[in-house]
């Protein structure tokens, strides 16, 4: 899921951190939002267990996210609400699920959807899992960045499988207050710094990609033209 690199919850923002200038204006209105810390549990919950299925599985075509998992929020972390078929895990993220330099790392208003590929699932999806564990018992950032990076040096967490990747096609995301719903596009996971080796980021290149070292994973970006549901997406403004 560091302000080098990422802006947006779940580093589906990270796109911020390399588009020109016309993004660093919205970065830095971004940046003046202030939530020092956790709001009251209430409302980063949805009320309702129906809708928050519904919203987890709009992050993906009805083809995959029909037979996948979903995991809801709860007063004590995600639980299985809908067992799948097919491997994938639909659930909708909080805010949490940035770097915890971020800004809006409290900010309950955030829900993205996604829904992730069974690599994914089973070796990406524990990292975020910890980290609600840990806010959800009060931990400090400092103390979630610690337990995490523990956590992954005593490897209780697994290691990235290959081919890790989701689906964020969802037209009802609200990834920030700036990005709210924001582009649909899919995310690529590999573990380290592989930046690089990709020729991420260079000028000219299709390439977008963000190193999380708290997560020792770089994301690389894929902009999609329609939402889950097949509705055309808005056009990509360079």
């Not at 020092?36 to 549990?41: E, T």
């Not at 078929?85 to 909080?94: K, S």
């Not at 992954?152 to 967490?157: F, H, M, Q, T, V």
């Not at 994301?219 to 549901?229: H, N, Q, R, Y």
Request: charged fraction near 20%.
């Amino acid at each position: 899921m560091q302000k080098k690199t990422l802006n947006f919850l779940a580093l589906a923002f990270l796109v911020q951190a390399v588009l020109p200038c016309a993004t660093c204006q919205a970065r830095a209105q971004a940046e003046k939002v202030s939530y020092p810390a956790m709001a009251p549990l209430d409302q980063y919950l949805m009320p309702d267990g129906n809708s928050e299925i519904a919203l987890a599985r709009s992050a993906a075509p009805t083809s995959v996210s029909d037979r996948a998992e979903v995991m809801v929020l709860g007063p004590k972390g995600y639980t299985t609400a809908v067992k799948g078929t097919n491997g994938f895990l639909c659930i909708v993220e909080r805010s949490w699920g940035a770097a915890t330099d971020e800004p809006e790392f409290w900010n309950p208003k955030v829900r993205a959807p996604i829904c992730f590929n069974p690599p994914a699932a089973r070796t990406f999806v524990p990292i975020f899992l910890m980290k609600t564990k840990l806010v959800m018992a009060g931990k400090s950032k400092t103390e979630v960045v610690d337990a995490t990076a523990s956590a992954l040096d005593k490897k209780e967490l697994p290691a990235l499988e290959p081919g890790a990747m989701c689906y964020m096609m969802s037209k009802q995301q609200y990834l920030s207050d700036q990005g709210m719903s924001w582009h649909p596009h899919l995310m690529f996971f590999v573990a380290g710094d592989a930046a690089k080796i990709w020729g991420g980021n260079l000028p000219g290149s299709p390439v977008i990609a963000a190193n999380d070292p708290e997560e020792r994973v770089t994301i690389f970006l894929v902009w999609v033209g329609k939402w889950s549901d097949g509705t055309p997406a808005p056009p990509i403004v360079h």
